[in-house]
């Protein structure tokens, strides 16, 4: 009997077809696990360690991968897995990897690529965990980083670019002033050297945004964020466009293209276009060990099925509080490209005709004192670092993520003293514009008092 199959209960045909059907459709149907004797119609968690061989045959077929049943979550799992086909539809990449979080997602792929003595390209406003990743973590693996502060000038990456480099990286919509990328320039650039270009696409969610479209070979994601969407779980993704013909980039990758396996072949010869994810997966997720539990792999797969309706109401709201912020008198600037003014509102209509997030910054004409009192007075927001959960949250990034910065470091990436990073969540805008104002209005209070000579 095949394993994890009730012979009198065949798998229901499989009635999603990702080219015709639309994206709420895809996030709530692709990739779901249609095996399963009982019939659920909701993905199981299959919170198992491992499964059972049926024969001795079957084991070592699991072993030598010449079928694609489970063995060990760790390998493999069904819930995992859905939430792999899932992405990898939304994204419209050729598959994906999940991990145990962002950082794991970052890392498995970038040592997927490179190693000891090799390099990388990337934009400096990421994400800080990714950033200190490269800069701390990698250096000491013998994997060096340049770093390109300007992320839109092809001609900045260009110079960047050694014979030793091995992936471009960067985020769509960098947290935490929404300086969207232009990523088809540095796809452009990527494409010309042979090199892939990751795209950390963790703010934007492929319900705003789709970087393969655009010619990025490989997106990552935190699921953590929007993707599970509750502020509940962690997790990571990592989807591969599957583009790359690695048998056509030389010497570049060995990993792939040189080093024979037991059976005699590389990964390139094995997996072809797939050689990338593959290896990603059989390598170094497998043996590094990021692995991700069925249980949040579940809540991540829930997430996803609401996704377009939340990803819709948390940037109606922040374009509706970006436009009112900006309209302050004690707000001195709105980092927001969904406004005419910002300098990335181009690039934010031509990239995000949805919607350019719900992540962006404002800074208060006070500083640090104005942003002290700003934070202390919320009572609806959420002091919090995280982005993309229900719920709404401030945070102030010079005394948090960019704490450990230089005060030269954090004035080149825009992030002043007074500068404030917002998530908006599903909250009623009219009931966060007025937690904002009274905020706002303890903030005045605070001035004229000082002002006065009262405190
Ligand atoms: C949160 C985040 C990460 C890290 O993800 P974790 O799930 O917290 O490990 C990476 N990149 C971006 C853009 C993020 O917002």
Do not use: C
């Not at 012979?7 to 994206?23: N, Q, S």
Request: proline share 5%; aromatic share 6%; glycine share 8%.
């Amino acid at each position: 009997m095949p394993e994890h199959r009730d012979p009198a209960d065949a798998p229901r045909p499989e009635t999603t077809r990702p080219d015709t059907l639309g994206f709420a459709t895809r996030q709530i149907h692709a990739g779901a696990d249609r095996i399963d004797g009982h019939r659920p119609r909701a993905t199981p968690i299959y919170l198992t360690a491992g499964f059972e061989f049926a024969d001795f045959d079957q084991a070592n077929e699991r072993f030598v991968q010449s079928d694609d049943g489970y063995s060990y979550t760790r390998v493999g799992n069904p819930t995992n897995s859905a939430v792999e086909r899932r992405i990898a539809d939304l994204e419209g990449g050729a598959g994906a990897l999940l991990v145990g979080s962002g950082q794991a997602a970052v890392s498995t792929a970038v040592l997927a690529l490179a190693a000891s003595g090799d390099h990388l390209v990337s934009a400096s406003g990421i994400y800080e965990g990714s950033r200190e990743l490269f800069r701390d973590n990698f250096s000491r693996l013998g994997i060096e980083t340049s770093f390109v502060t300007e992320a839109n000038d092809p001609a900045a990456w260009e110079a960047a670019i050694r014979p030793e480099t091995k992936a471009l990286f960067a985020e769509s919509i960098p947290n935490p002033r929404n300086e969207i990328l232009d990523i088809a320039a540095v796809a452009a650039v990527a494409r010309r050297h042979g090199i892939p270009l990751i795209i950390d696409s963790t703010l934007a969610t492929p319900y705003l945004l789709r970087p393969i479209e655009h010619g990025a070979d490989v997106v990552v994601h935190s699921a953590s964020k929007f993707l599970a969407g509750h502020g509940t779980v962690l997790g990571g993704v990592i989807v591969d466009a599957g583009r790359i013909d690695w048998t056509a980039t030389g010497d570049r990758f060995p990993h792939l293209t040189r080093t024979p396996g037991s059976d005699g072949r590389t990964v390139a010869e094995r997996s072809g276009r797939a050689a990338f994810l593959d290896y990603a997966r059989a390598n170094i997720a497998l043996r590094q060990g990021p692995s991700p539990s069925p249980f949040n792999a579940f809540f991540i797969l829930q997430g996803i099925e609401t996704l377009s309706l939340r990803v819709q109401r948390h940037t109606e709201s922040a374009q509706r509080i970006a436009e009112w912020l900006a309209e302050h008198p004690a707000v001195e600037s709105v980092d927001y490209s969904g406004l005419p003014s910002s300098p990335y509102h181009a690039l934010a209509e031509r990239y995000l005709p949805r919607g350019a997030g719900s992540v962006f910054s404002f800074t208060l004409r006070g500083g640090r004192d104005a942003a002290r009192t700003f934070v202390n007075a919320v009572e609806l927001f959420t002091r919090m670092t995280h982005l993309g959960d229900v719920r709404s949250l401030v945070l102030h990034p010079a005394s948090t993520t960019h704490v450990n910065r230089t005060e030269q470091e954090r004035q080149a990436a825009g992030i002043g003293q007074g500068l404030l990073r917002l998530s908006i969540g599903l909250e009623d805008a009219d009931d966060l514009i007025a937690d904002l104002d009274r905020a706002l209005g303890a903030v005045e209070a605070a001035e004229l008092l000082e002002r006065a000579g009262i405190v």
